[in-house]
């Protein structure tokens, strides 16, 4: 029976995200990522199903912790509140480590399989917030518009706070700044 290693999630990404940058997607293999890491392949293979997922992991706590935090919102929140609620850790995630996420967003633009995984992953953020709407009583149709938009308010922000240099505006007051243009392009 193999050893538990501790970190080895974590220690993969930060591996692979490193080798991503260095030569590319392509070149890089999964043995060159357990190297990197001081893992095996199999060791790789059993937190990963593929090297396009190596960056992606930890969606499950992330989706627990979006789902906690819109049912833990005020009873009397709007939909909007409750959407914004759900990419609260997002938010606070992306705040407290910017750089970082530049750099993984960079390597993620890079390739096809990365962009398509991102994609995915993102489809299922939005699934789970607006499931989580619909579990605090909101119908689905509604919990399906709001929560689109303010996904895309979140990419669009997040887009825009990358390309400035210093820490600047939190990303929460960009992505408010996103949903006022938003409202004010609906209601003209």
Not at 86 to 114: F, I, M, Q, T, W
Not at 133 to 138: A, D, I, P, Q
Not at 161 to 184: F, V, Y
């Amino acid at each position: 029976m193999g050893r538990w290693v501790a970190g080895a999630p974590g220690r993969l990404a930060l591996a692979a995200l490193e080798l991503f940058a260095e030569r590319g997607y392509d070149a890089t293999t999964v043995a060159d990522i357990a190297e990197r890491a001081g893992l095996t392949e199999r060791t790789f293979f059993r937190h990963y199903p593929a090297k396009r997922d190596v960056l992606f992991g930890g969606n499950s706590a992330l989706n627990a912790d979006i789902r906690a935090s819109v049912l833990a919102a005020p009873h009397d929140a709007s939909p909007l509140d409750l959407a914004l609620a759900g990419v609260a850790p997002l938010r606070e995630h992306h705040d407290a480590n910017k750089e970082a996420v530049r750099r993984r967003e960079a390597v993620v633009a890079s390739h096809a399989d990365l962009i398509e995984r991102d994609l995915a992953k993102r489809a299922t953020l939005v699934a789970t917030i607006t499931a989580a709407l619909v579990e605090r009583g909101v119908d689905l149709a509604t919990a399906e518009m709001v929560t689109s938009a303010v996904g895309q308010a979140f990419a669009t922000a997040v887009r825009d706070w990358l390309q400035t240099e210093s820490e600047g505006e939190p990303l929460g007051a960009l992505m408010n700044t996103r949903l006022r243009a938003l409202a004010d392009a609906l209601a003209a």
